[in-house]
């Protein structure tokens, strides 16, 4: 039966027991080891558990997820080591958590398209090693107020929120890549943004997409007009 189960979800729930109601969740410190072993499971969802604080390097035993959020668990403040690769997690909500730092090990997720940060008040650095995630397009250190520093080649993503981070003089409009030794604007660049509506974040992103084919027939020509004068 454990092989067939594909989601969890250990979430919140509004207690109005609290003083004006607050979110309450699950109140477990970590995960007990018989869930490492469900490895069919796709979705792993345990937010706003004020309790909880560990989670084990056994993740890596889920090789089926695709989805994990630790969002609002205020006590996780250690991301543990990824000891072997997991290509299928596209989604990782850490929002709202303690957490100081990432492990370097963070390039073994390999197929991880999101990675939510917001909000992690202690976070302070963003090892290098997150530059070699080249399928990320989301990244969000929106609110985190104690880093003061990206890794350089992040020129993959799609967006980039940095608004509320001790980042300064990081706010390129557009960025570039070498191609065959010519520098060329590429249109999937970070894009710095403010917290703005899902429906123009999602307009701004098909606007992005839509000038691709364009971007890279100028970037074409001007490789065959480099050639035809060498």
Same mark, same amino acid.
């Given at each position: 039966?454990?092989?067939?189960?594909?989601?969890?979800?250990?979430?919140?729930?509004?207690?109005?027991?609290?003083?004006?109601?607050?979110?309450?969740?699950?109140?477990?410190?970590?995960?007990?080891?018989?869930?490492?072993?469900?490895?069919?499971?796709? &979705?792993?969802?345990?937010?706003?558990?004020?309790?909880?604080?560990?989670? &084990?390097?056994?993740?890596?035993?889920?090789?089926?997820?695709?989805?994990?959020?630790?969002?609002?668990? &205020?006590?996780?403040?250690?991301?543990?080591?990824?000891?072997?690769?997991?290509?299928?997690?596209?989604?990782?909500?850490?929002?709202?958590?303690?957490?100081?730092?990432?492990?370097?090990?963070?390039?073994?997720?390999?197929?991880?398209?999101?990675?939510?940060?917001?909000?992690?008040?202690?976070?302070?650095?963003?090892?290098?090693?997150?530059?070699?995630?080249?399928?990320?397009?989301?990244?969000?250190?929106?609110?985190?107020?104690?880093?003061?520093?990206?890794?350089?080649?992040?020129?993959?993503?799609?967006?980039?929120?940095?608004?509320?981070?001790?980042? #300064?003089?990081?706010?390129?409009?557009?960025?570039?890549?070498?191609?065959?030794?010519?520098?060329?604007?590429?249109? &999937?660049?970070?894009?710095?943004?403010?917290?703005?509506?899902?429906?123009?974040?999602?307009?701004?992103?098909?606007?992005?997409?839509?000038?691709?084919?364009?971007?890279?027939? #100028?970037?074409?020509?001007?490789?065959?007009?480099?050639?035809?004068?060498?």
């Amino acid at each position: 039966v454990t092989e067939n189960l594909r989601e969890l979800d250990l979430d919140w729930s509004l207690d109005w027991t609290l003083a004006a109601g607050a979110f309450s969740g699950i109140a477990i410190e970590e995960l007990p080891s018989i869930i490492y072993s469900l490895t069919g499971l796709a &979705t792993l969802t345990l937010r706003y558990s004020k309790d909880f604080e560990s989670l &084990t390097s056994s993740i890596c035993q889920l090789k089926s997820l695709k989805y994990l959020s630790l969002s609002g668990c &205020t006590k996780f403040k250690v991301f543990p080591d990824i000891l072997e690769n997991m290509e299928r997690l596209a989604s990782l909500d850490l929002d709202n958590t303690s957490i100081r730092e990432l492990p370097a090990s963070i390039e073994r997720l390999q197929g991880l398209v999101s990675l939510n940060l917001e909000n992690c008040k202690s976070l302070v650095y963003l090892p290098d090693s997150i530059c070699n995630l080249l399928s990320l397009e989301w990244l969000t250190l929106n609110g985190c107020s104690k880093l003061s520093k990206l890794p350089e080649d992040l020129w993959y993503l799609k967006r980039l929120d940095i608004k509320g981070t001790g980042i #300064h003089g990081y706010c390129p409009e557009q960025q570039f890549i070498n191609l065959g030794g010519l520098a060329q604007f590429r249109s &999937t660049a970070p894009k710095i943004n403010a917290m703005v509506p899902n429906i123009e974040q999602n307009e701004a992103v098909a606007d992005v997409e839509s000038r691709l084919p364009w971007m890279w027939r #100028h970037v074409e020509e001007r490789q065959d007009l480099c050639g035809s004068q060498a």
